[in-house]
């Protein structure tokens, strides 16, 4: 039997000179603000696919409610971003990244400007920006109130639609990327992918940048839609790329806890207009904890939420939005879905529960987004740049889709097309896996079972003894479910949330500290010696390498 972290190489056995071919330059795998910006920027230099595996509404970055960091008002610096970013990171950040990041927003929002983003607008008809917890100036555009997501999307998705030379693949859903060794370190030469009317599919590229966002539906409540279960992580890790910082999941104070109302996320902005968190009693319990009472940091709001449902044994906290002045007015997207279960937040207090949000670690890359597989390129919330550190400022991650995806885009892009003809020509390659024993496994059951076990025991309260176990079931669920041959994306993707699962569970048992995000009941504090970047790679049952916090890798 394999271990869950020496998983086979590729999900499906195939031989790619049976299967129907497509020929490329650059492979984009996902079309979030990430991979669509990526791809802009490859069309510069070469020809460009992207692959979705849903339809273009299915994406993280279309559900993003708050806005885009960057400084564009009159009294705000570059610094001030910088400086705002490295407290939130808690000591992890990678400075010349966030300096990058931050340096290269005023282009890139611009450029959006440009292209027709419609955003809200202040009295003078310049952009109106708003301000978010850990932000010291007004610094988020921001598009019909809390639409921002949607707009953003859709004014990528039609300045790639109007490109001549890249193509879009919508519900085309991406196993393994291909490469001619199993070894780490063989050079990626493209994926094989599934589409529901025309199976699988070789595709051969020059390059290939990852850009398929995050992990959040590895955990039983999470504020991500459905499609957000780690396939790149997974991907990547079982192409021999290295992952990093994985231990940093952050969670959400705030998500409404209806049943049947998907954990859809209450924006902090609301607290900041005045809503406050009360306990079963009716107490505001976070005056007393926080010198900023319900404005605290999130990791240590939500961590209080779950610390007094478990004292009061009450299955959420509430929400009194009551003291929000003009909330319909202010918040029409929140009233909405509040009305649709028959709330008024100018009456009603409002169930609210914490949940799994942003996937901080991810695959590390360099300055332009290279990640340690040559030909592999890494963008948006599946990648590591180290601009996040411990912890991500609010509204820095579609920034960084932006300006990392327009970076890696670049850089693949004139790899592909500095690549000779015959460089990277496709090569026969074999999975030779044999069938497996394809007997009875309820996949729904098992998601279900994962979900809960990361909840309850990689979540927001960890310790040595809650990860062991959590990383022993991980390791028993493995053992009937990644020998099994699936012949659908619910499979491969609960394989995928398995090891993605696993990888979270064993980076947390290693890091025997609490630093931002990552909080241990059994090591409450920082540790200086475990300031450092933990690297993950397959093979490896203890990180492979640890690069100091800071010394970023070079381009
Ligand atoms: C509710 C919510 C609110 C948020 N609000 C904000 C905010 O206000 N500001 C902010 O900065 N951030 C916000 N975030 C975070 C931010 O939205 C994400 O980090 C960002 O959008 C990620 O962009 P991405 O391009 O990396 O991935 P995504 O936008 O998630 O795109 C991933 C793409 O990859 C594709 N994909 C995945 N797996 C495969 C596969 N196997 N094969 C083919 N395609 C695949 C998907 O179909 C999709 O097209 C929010 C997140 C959520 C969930």
Redesign the pocket.
């Known amino acids: 039997m394999e271990g869950l972290f020496d998983h086979r190489r590729y999900l499906i056995p195939f031989r790619s000179g049976l299967l129907p071919q497509i020929f490329t330059d650059t492979l984009v795998?996902?079309?979030?603000?990430?991979?669509?910006r990526a791809a802009i920027a490859a069309s510069a230099h070469a020809e460009v696919i992207v692959?979705?595996?849903?339809d273009?509404r299915?994406?993280?970055?279309?559900?993003?409610?708050?806005?885009?960091?960057g400084v564009l008002g009159p009294d705000d610096t570059d610094e001030s971003h910088v400086r705002d970013t490295l407290e939130a990171g808690a000591g992890a950040c990678d400075e010349p990244a966030v300096r990058r990041l931050v340096g290269e927003a005023g282009a890139r929002l611009r450029e959006l400007l440009d292209w027709g983003m419609r955003v809200d607008r202040a009295p003078d008809g310049g952009p109106s920006l708003g301000r978010e917890g850990g932000h010291a100036h007004a610094r988020?555009l921001h598009s019909g109130g809390d639409e921002?997501?949607r707009e953003l999307?859709h004014v990528l998705g039609e300045r790639v639609r109007g490109l001549a030379n890249v193509r879009l693949f919508e519900r085309?859903?991406?196993?393994d990327l291909i490469t001619p060794g199993s070894e780490p370190g063989s050079p990626v030469m493209g994926a094989i992918?599934h589409h529901p009317k025309y199976g699988l599919q070789v595709i051969w590229a020059r390059s290939v940048i990852l850009?398929?966002?995050?992990a959040?539906v590895v955990y039983r409540e999470t504020?991500?839609?459905p499609?957000?279960?780690g396939?790149?992580l997974a991907?990547a890790y079982r192409a021999g790329a290295t992952l990093a910082d994985m231990a940093y999941v952050q969670f959400h104070p705030t998500t409404l806890y209806l049943a049947g109302a998907s954990r859809?996320?209450i924006?902090e902005a609301v607290r900041g207009a005045g809503a406050r968190l009360l306990d079963g009693s009716g107490r505001a319990f976070m005056a007393d904890l926080h010198p900023l009472g319900d404005l605290a940091p999130r990791d240590i709001v939500a961590r209080e939420i779950v610390r007094t449902i478990r004292r009061q044994g009450v299955s959420h906290v509430w929400l009194d939005c009551r003291g929000v002045a003009d909330f319909p007015q202010r918040f029409p997207g929140l009233a909405a879905l509040f009305r649709r279960f028959a709330l008024d937040a100018t009456r009603d207090l409002i169930p609210v529960h914490p949940a799994a949000?942003?996937m901080v670690g991810g695959v590390r890359t360099d300055a332009d987004g290279r990640t340690d597989v040559p030909g592999l390129f890494a963008?948006?919330?599946?990648?590591c740049t180290g601009v996040h550190g411990a912890n991500r400022l609010?509204?820095?991650?579609?920034?960084?889709?932006l300006v990392f995806?327009a970076r890696a885009g670049h850089a693949a892009g004139r790899d592909a097309s500095g690549t000779p003809a015959n460089g990277r020509a496709p090569v026969p390659i074999v999975s030779d896996i044999r069938p497996s024993d394809l007997g009875e496994l309820d996949l729904a059951d098992v998601r279900s079972s994962l979900r809960s076990a990361m909840w309850k025991n990689v979540g927001i309260e960890r310790s040595a003894q809650r990860l062991a176990s959590a990383g022993e079931m991980l390791d028993f669920w493995a053992r009937y479910t990644l020998d099994k041959i699936f012949d659908d994306?619910s499979g491969?993707?609960t394989q995928?949330m398995l090891l993605a699962g696993a990888l979270i569970t064993r980076a947390a048992a290693w890091r025997r500290e609490s630093r931002g995000c990552h909080w241990r009941d059994d090591c409450p504090d920082p540790v200086d010696a475990l300031r450092v970047h933990d690297l993950w790679r397959r093979g490896r049952a203890e990180p492979a390498t640890q690069v100091v916090v800071g010394a970023e890798v070079p381009a």
């Not at 299915?58 to 960091?69: D, E, F, H, Q, R």
Request: one cysteine or more; a negative charge; hydrophobic letters at 40%.
């Open positions: 795998i996902g079309g979030g603000a990430a991979g669509l692959l979705l595996k849903g273009a299915s994406t993280n970055t279309a559900w993003a409610a708050g806005g885009i960091a988020i921002t997501g999307q085309c859903f991406a196993l992918t850009a398929s966002g995050g959040g504020t991500n839609p499609q957000a279960t396939d790149g991907m859809a996320l924006t949000h942003y963008a948006g919330e599946t990648s609010a509204s820095n991650s579609l920034l960084e889709g995806g994306p491969w993707e995928n």
